[in-house]
Structures are given as structure tokens and as C-alpha cells.
T-cell receptor, first 109, second 114 residues
Framework: GQNIDQPTEMTATEGAIVQINCTYQTSGFNGLFWYQQHAGEAPTFLSYNVLDGLEEKGRFSSFLSRSKGYSYLLLKELQMKDSASYLCAVMDSNYQLIWGAGTKLIIKP | DVKVTQSSRYLVKRTGEKVFLECVQDMDHENMFWYRQDPGLGLRLIYFSYDVKMKEKGDIPEGYSVSREKKERFSLILESASTNQTSMYLC?????????????FGNGTRLTVT
């Protein structure tokens, strides 16, 4: 079966760095997405990786290793507004998105 | 900026009622999707559509149907609501490039079936 694993919850301190991991087992691979979802709101797109390596976008970076079935989202200089759930999704060989259950990130002052 | 609008943020319906959830997008996107989101589970795809009048079943289509009469509008229908359909429903759209085009989500409809 197809599976995406992410930690359920993580806690970090304002100003620090946090890494949210995502491992996947899917039938084929056509890219990996990260979304941010604040409580009660819609998910919003953060990043897309299809080739191995690191993609940097301001305070957020996303890494992909296709051979290991592994990605991480790195958040630097954490701010209170980064408290949210972070969703990992993989596009399989049929161009269908397989979603992880999300990681709830709690930022403490 | 893409806007996906869902007609209701909160709905309370009784068991057996027919329920319509409406979704409209304003960016001329070809692809539209309906998901449900439940605690502890990833987003689950109910139905999707890549063109007007076209619909495809997702992973959990039972108890649901959809309608796409116009490109900008994708409606989800619960033929006879049941308590296990209490959930957050999210509509999304994306452009034709299926590989790299991100989904743009509406704000969701929280449906409670009593």
C-alpha cells in the first residue's frame, strides 16, 4: 500500500530551527509537496520538490532524497505565527496526491 | 491571486437529508477536487474533475456524488447524509499541469450531521 509518515506533533522555541521529516512509500513518484495549515484555515502551498536536493525559500527550505523516500521541511528563525500543521503530500505514478496526516508544530516563546 | 470559495463555513444537517456543498474558483483552473479532512488522517480524496462534465471517483466516493456543469463550479452532493459524514470538507483547484501545479484550497466547510 501507499504510505506517508510524519511525526504527529513537534514543539520548538521561538527563534530556533526545526526540521519536520516525511518518509514515503508510494507507487511511483512525481513530486513532493509541503503545505502549511493554520487551525481552522485552508492548507496553503509551501514548496515542491521533484529532484534530489535542497530548495530554499526565505526562512523555509525543503529537502528531498528519492532513493531514501525521504523529505524534510526546515523552518529557521521560528516565529509564533509558524504554529500550524505541516502537511506532506506525494504525487504517485497516476498523478494522484497521497497525503500524510500532518505534523502539528507548536512554537513556545 | 487564486480564490477558491466554498459557500458555507459551517453546516448542521440531519441524518437522511440531501446536502449540497458548493465550490467556485476564479482562476480558470481545469482541475477541481473535493477532499475530506478528519483528525489523525491525511486528506482523503472524494471526487475530482479535470474538465467540465467530467468526474472521477477518488479514494472514498461512497455516499457522495458531484456535479461540474461549469468550469468554475464543482459541487459535492451527499445524497442521504449520515453521521459518519461529519467532517471538514475542502475544495481545491489547480491548473492543467498536474505534476507541479499546487492545489489552491477553499476555507473549508465544517459539516455536522446529527
Amino acid at each position: 500500500g501507499q504510505n506517508i509518515d510524519q511525526p504527529t506533533e513537534m514543539t520548538a522555541t521561538e527563534g530556533a530551527i526545526v526540521q519536520i521529516n516525511c518518509t514515503y512509500q508510494t507507487s511511483g513518484f512525481n513530486g513532493l509537496f509541503w503545505y502549511q495549515q493554520h487551525a481552522g484555515e485552508a492548507p496553503t502551498f509551501l514548496s515542491y520538490n521533484v529532484l534530489d536536493g535542497l530548495e530554499e525559500k526565505g526562512r523555509f527550505s525543503s529537502f528531498l532524497s528519492r532513493s531514501k523516500g525521504y523529505s524534510y521541511l526546515l523552518l529557521k528563525e521560528l516565529q509564533m505565527k509558524d504554529s500550524a500543521s505541516y502537511l506532506c503530500a506525494v504525487m504517485d505514478s497516476n498523478y494522484q496526491l497521497i497525503w500524510g496526516a500532518g505534523t502539528k508544530l507548536i512554537i513556545k516563546p | 491571486d487564486v480564490k477558491v470559495t466554498q459557500s458555507s463555513r459551517y453546516l448542521v444537517k440531519r441524518t437522511g437529508e440531501k446536502v449540497f456543498l458548493e465550490c467556485v474558483q476564479d482562476m480558470d483552473h481545469e482541475n477541481m477536487f473535493w477532499y475530506r479532512q478528519d483528525p489523525g488522517l491525511g486528506l482523503r480524496l472524494i471526487y475530482f474533475s479535470y474538465d467540465v462534465k467530467m468526474k472521477e471517483k477518488g479514494d472514498i466516493p461512497e455516499g457522495y456524488s458531484v456535479s461540474r456543469e461549469k468550469k468554475e463550479r464543482f459541487s459535492l452532493i451527499l445524497e442521504s447524509a449520515s453521521t459518519n459524514q461529519t467532517s471538514m470538507y475542502l475544495c481545491a483547484s489547480s491548473s492543467q499541469d498536474r505534476e507541479s501545479s499546487p492545489l489552491h484550497f477553499g476555507n473549508g466547510t465544517r459539516l455536522t450531521v446529527t
